[in-house]
């Protein structure tokens, strides 16, 4: 056998080899291993799933819809048909889009007119969606903006349902990063279980 074609043998087994190990490593033992690190915490490698009876009802990491008068509103969603997780992302329309103008004022004087507050006094959050589409949280001011429409539907007193919003309401991460939020999920199930 000539010595180039003994060295293009060395070379290909060699090839071989190093293809054979990457595959084993990178798609069986990486994934395998990213997978038993992701059974040691499994509330946060599952999407952080609500379950009320055994049934599970949410994630405290996507918004979805609520409807009726009785339930916190989350934000607007621009994620496919609604709150879709397959389908995130923002709308894409920029500060000088009168789609996107004319939908804010759209949804200004609904909430104001659902809410019974003016116009003026709706929160921002309440009107534009976030990059995902899918934020499970409002701002505390969005949520209290609610409180006199959700105790009304529900028959509850004001004072009760703003003390469950006051209960829900999260700082700011490491006391400095970020906005204070409320969970509306969270809010709704501690709302569902409220007593008259």
């Known amino acids: 056998m000539?010595?180039?074609?003994?060295?293009?043998?060395?070379?290909?087994?060699?090839?071989?080899?190093?293809?054979?190990?990457a595959t084993a490593g990178l798609g069986l033992v990486y994934p395998l291993a990213v997978f038993a690190v992701g059974r040691l915490v499994p509330a946060r490698?599952?999407?952080?799933?609500?379950?009320?009876?055994?049934?599970?009802?949410?994630?405290?990491l996507i918004g979805q819809e609520f409807p009726g008068e009785q339930w916190f509103q989350p934000r607007p969603s621009a994620a496919g048909d609604g709150y879709d997780p397959?389908?995130?992302?923002?709308?894409?329309?920029?500060?000088?889009?009168?789609?996107?103008?004319?939908?804010?004022?759209?949804?200004?004087?609904?909430?104001?007119?659902?809410?019974?507050?003016?116009?003026a006094d709706v929160a921002p959050d309440a009107l534009t969606a976030s990059g995902s589409g899918l934020d499970p949280h409002v701002s505390p001011e969005n949520a209290r903006g609610q409180?006199?429409?959700?105790?009304?539907?529900?028959?509850?007193?004001?004072?009760r349902v703003a003390a469950l919003v006051a209960?829900?309401?999260?700082?700011?991460?490491?006391?400095?990063?970020?906005?204070?939020?409320?969970?509306?999920?969270?809010?709704?199930?501690?709302?569902?279980?409220?007593?008259?």
């Open 2 to 21: 000539s010595l180039a074609l003994t060295n293009l043998l060395r070379q290909a087994r060699t090839g071989l080899l190093l293809l054979l190990v």
């Open 45 to 60: 490698a599952d999407g952080q799933v609500v379950a009320v009876d055994g049934q599970p009802v949410g994630s405290r």
């Open 86 to 119: 397959t389908a995130s992302g923002a709308s894409n329309l920029g500060p000088e889009s009168t789609d996107l103008l004319k939908a804010v004022e759209e949804r200004r004087a609904a909430v104001a007119a659902a809410d019974g507050t003016a116009p």
């Open 147 to 159: 409180v006199a429409r959700v105790a009304a539907a529900r028959g509850l007193s004001e004072q």
């Open 167 to 196: 209960e829900h309401t999260r700082g700011r991460a490491l006391g400095f990063l970020g906005e204070p939020t409320v969970n509306v999920l969270e809010l709704n199930l501690a709302l569902r279980s409220a007593a008259p």
